[in-house]
């Protein structure tokens, strides 16, 4: 709920400084790692949108992938799961690249 209550707090302050009075989508970006779970986001997002100008809509998750960096063969790779090891040599020497990053408003849609 902390997550959707910031996120209806940056709407606010959008509409307040551009005008905007409906938001009909959004895009957010997050990584994997980053525990997330998108069907409670959603729900979250549709009670606190409740009568305000984000009511009704749609979320899209754009959500970052997994991906390890091998320290012996030197290839990027995207992984189910953290730790892993690469894909392509087995090495467990590899460091995590992405897929922890943190809650983005990347697009919305307004009118």
């Not at 209550?5 to 989508?25: C, P, Q, W």
């Not at 979250?44 to 320290?71: K, R, Y």
């Not at 892993?84 to 995590?96: I, K, R, T």
């Given at each position: 709920?902390?997550?959707?209550?910031?996120?209806?707090?940056?709407?606010?302050?959008?509409?307040?400084?551009?005008?905007?009075t409906?938001?009909?989508?959004?895009?957010?970006?997050?990584?994997?790692?980053?525990?997330?779970?998108?069907?409670?986001?959603?729900?979250?997002?549709?009670?606190?949108?409740?009568?305000?100008?984000?009511?009704?809509?749609?979320?899209?998750?754009?959500?970052?992938?997994?991906?390890?960096t091998?320290?012996?063969?030197?290839?990027?790779?995207?992984?189910?799961?953290?730790?892993?090891?690469?894909p392509?040599?087995?090495?467990?020497?590899?460091?995590?690249?992405?897929?922890?990053?943190?809650?983005?408003?990347?697009?919305?849609?307004?009118?």
């Amino acid at each position: 709920m902390s997550l959707t209550a910031s996120i209806m707090d940056i709407i606010f302050e959008y509409a307040r400084a551009h005008g905007f009075t409906k938001v009909n989508s959004m895009k957010l970006s997050f990584g994997t790692l980053s525990c997330i779970e998108p069907k409670a986001l959603e729900f979250a997002f549709e009670v606190l949108s409740q009568n305000t100008l984000a009511e009704g809509a749609m979320l899209e998750f754009d959500i970052m992938p997994i991906v390890v960096t091998c320290l012996d063969c030197g290839s990027d790779s995207a992984v189910e799961e953290f730790p892993s090891p690469c894909p392509f040599c087995e090495a467990q020497d590899v460091v995590l690249k992405s897929g922890t990053e943190e809650l983005r408003i990347v697009e919305m849609e307004v009118d």
